[in-house]
């Protein structure tokens, strides 16, 4: 049988067989022998070697996409539903609000729907008294609150509802032309979970919201990947990460860093539950020296998490 070179349309996968289509008319590939035959069976074309090792190269990379969309389907079913945050890199985001106000602001924005306003656990609007009850506070505090937002434009009202600024906060698909747009601006998106993120809030006392602050002002220095804190967040080569100590960011937050010591206890009090098993939010690393402010940190991917390298950061599971 003479081997002309054939061309057809991948349809699906079945058992040994590769349904293509040709000229309009179905047929199948043998990935043993790679036989071409029609729907009864008929021999139609045999493979040349080249186009052979072709085939089994399209298989292979076919298995590799598959177990890695497995994998991070799984991840995605773990870490659970989340809100994206967009923000800018390398410097403080929230220079207007208050760190209380901003851990109050990140939990809020888990009850973000899809249409950009705020709903109620029923899904039904969520309305200024529905705030004041979900966030726990007092009417003081509350009121505090709500105007900060109300006047540096996180919040706006419209047609009843209450929106969170959507240059700020997204739920649900983002197109490839607004990353793109978000990039341009040299801004970063990332995930926050909004498991998690209700879990440390609803643990917290108010009082300790400013220490929880801490933890989502770091975003802006925190690896893409690695979800390192680090000086250089897009960098992907682990070797040239420019890590950032405890003392480093105590300076950026304006944190005295001679107490950087009460600061990592108060951090690593900040801890939610997966799986009946207790997580901090944030981990540290002995590097250079015992001094605790040399410690470099992670921040635990359960909490928030912008790339997609799930077996890179499987480790930091261990948190």
Known sequence: ?????????????????????????????????????DFNGKPIYIQTVEERQQMREYFQTRSIQREEKNFIDCQYKEYGNFIWVIYTMLKQNFLNIS???????????????????LLKPSNSYMDKKDMFDLLKLSVREFNRFYTEMFDNKILYDKNNCIYLNKDIFARGKISAKRVGKIYQQERMITRIYI????ELYRKAIPRSHKTLGYVFQVMPYVNKEYNV????????????????????FCDIIGYDKKNANRLKKLL????????????????????????????????????YYAGDKWNEIDILNIF
């Not at 699906?12 to 590769?18: F, H, N, P, R, T």
């Not at 498991?195 to 209700?198: N, Q, T």
């Not at 900040?270 to 015992?290: G, P, Q, W």
Request: aromatic content about 10%; proline content about 2%; some cysteine.
């Open 229 to 248: 804190c680090c000086f250089n967040p897009l960098e992907t080569n682990k070797k040239r990460i420019k890590s950032m100590n405890l003392g480093q």
């Open 99 to 117: 760190n209380s106000s901003l851990t109050r602001l990140m939990f809020l924005s888990t009850y973000l729907g899809y249409k950009g306003y």
């Open 1 to 37: 049988m003479e081997s002309n070179s054939i061309k057809g349309e991948v349809i699906s996968i079945a058992g040994e067989y590769l349904q293509i289509k040709i000229d309009g008319n179905i047929a199948w590939i043998s990935r043993d022998t790679g036989e071409v035959t």
């Open 268 to 303: 690593l009090e900040s801890k939610f539950t997966v799986d009946r098993h207790k997580e901090s939010a944030m981990c540290y690393v002995i590097k250079d020296s015992l001094d605790q402010s040399t410690y470099g940190m992670f921040i635990n991917p359960k909490v």
């Open 195 to 198: 498991k998690s993120i209700r």
